[in-house]
């Protein structure tokens, strides 16, 4: 069966190739990105779309049903420890504003579609670096926002039930991007794959799980 699926940040790294793969197999695919000029997008459409600023996304909300909603876009700044002069206010608010309230931002603007949807999703790419039982120092800015990420699709997963929508939060593991660097264990390949895996596997019966790509659970 055809989903109807939006990927957030879907110009380059883990969100192009689900693009690719979920285009692939013969879903409808729209991916979002702050500046999508000169973007050879594999999927359907690539709308301009900046999550942090939700006047930007209003036209998120037009076209029909929507199947699954992927919260892919994120930063990554300051990777020091506490001593690290990268961790500026601005980095703060800019991985902050990105990487939770974008994912806020993003759930709300396209909310109507997917209430529309029989069996909608939301899938939010957290980081097993947001969980607290694995929190070895550095990188404080980026793990605190996962884990804010986290909280945000479970409480989102208990608010949104009553409406038929399961969300679902995921580590999509160490992965040979731009972000994850050359020396990442997965490639974007298997991550993707096993990310759409899960994505599909997401129902209200499991609503509120956050897991690895390879559907291993991660304590929060």
Same mark, same amino acid.
């Given at each position: 069966?055809?989903?109807?699926?939006?990927?957030?940040?879907?110009?380059r790294g883990?969100?192009?190739?689900?693009a690719?793969?979920?285009?692939a197999?013969?879903?409808k695919?729209?991916?979002?990105?702050?500046?999508?000029?000169?973007?050879?997008f594999?999927?359907?459409?690539?709308?301009?779309?900046?999550?942090?600023?939700?006047?930007?996304?209003?036209?998120?909300?037009?076209?029909?049903?929507?199947?699954?909603?992927?919260?892919?876009?994120?930063?990554?700044?300051?990777?020091?420890?506490?001593?690290?002069?990268?961790?500026?206010?601005?980095?703060?608010?800019?991985?902050?504003?990105?990487?939770?309230?974008?994912?806020?931002?993003?759930?709300?603007?396209?909310?109507?579609?997917?209430?529309?949807?029989?069996?909608?999703?939301?899938?939010?790419?957290?980081?097993?670096?947001?969980?607290?039982?694995?929190?070895p +120092?550095?990188? $404080?800015?980026?793990r605190?926002?996962?884990? !804010? *990420?986290?909280? =945000? @699709?479970?409480?989102? %997963?208990? &608010? /949104?039930?009553?409406?038929?929508?399961?969300?679902?939060?995921?580590?999509?593991?160490?992965?040979?991007?731009?972000?994850? +660097?050359?020396? $990442?264990?997965?490639?974007?390949q298997?991550? !993707? *794959?096993?990310? =759409? @895996?899960?994505?599909? %596997?997401? &129902? /209200?019966?499991?609503?509120?799980?956050?897991?690895d790509?390879?559907?291993?659970?991660?304590?929060?």
């Open positions: 069966m055809v989903k109807t699926i939006l990927i957030t940040g879907a110009n883990i969100g192009a190739e689900l690719r793969q979920a285009a197999r013969g879903d695919v729209t991916g979002t990105a702050r500046d999508p000029a000169g973007v050879d594999p999927g359907g459409q690539l709308l301009q779309a900046d999550v942090t600023d939700p006047a930007t996304l209003r036209h998120l909300d037009q076209g029909g049903p929507l199947d699954l909603l992927i919260c892919n876009a994120g930063q990554y700044l300051a990777r020091g420890g506490i001593d690290d002069p990268a961790h500026t206010a601005e980095a703060w608010q800019n991985v902050l504003m990105t990487n939770v309230a974008g994912v806020f931002f993003t759930i709300r603007a396209v909310l109507p579609r997917l209430r529309r949807t029989p069996g909608a999703k939301v899938a939010v790419i957290s980081s097993i670096m947001g969980s607290s039982a694995r929190a +120092g550095g990188s $404080a800015i980026y605190a926002s996962k884990a !804010a *990420a986290t909280n =945000l @699709a479970c409480n989102l %997963a208990a &608010e /949104l039930g009553g409406d038929g929508i399961a969300v679902g939060a995921y580590h999509p593991g160490w992965v040979q991007t731009d972000m994850g +660097g050359d020396q $990442a264990p997965v490639t974007l298997d991550s !993707a *794959a096993g990310l =759409l @895996a899960r994505f599909d %596997a997401l &129902e /209200l019966g499991t609503t509120g799980v956050f897991e790509y390879q559907g291993t659970s991660v304590a929060f």
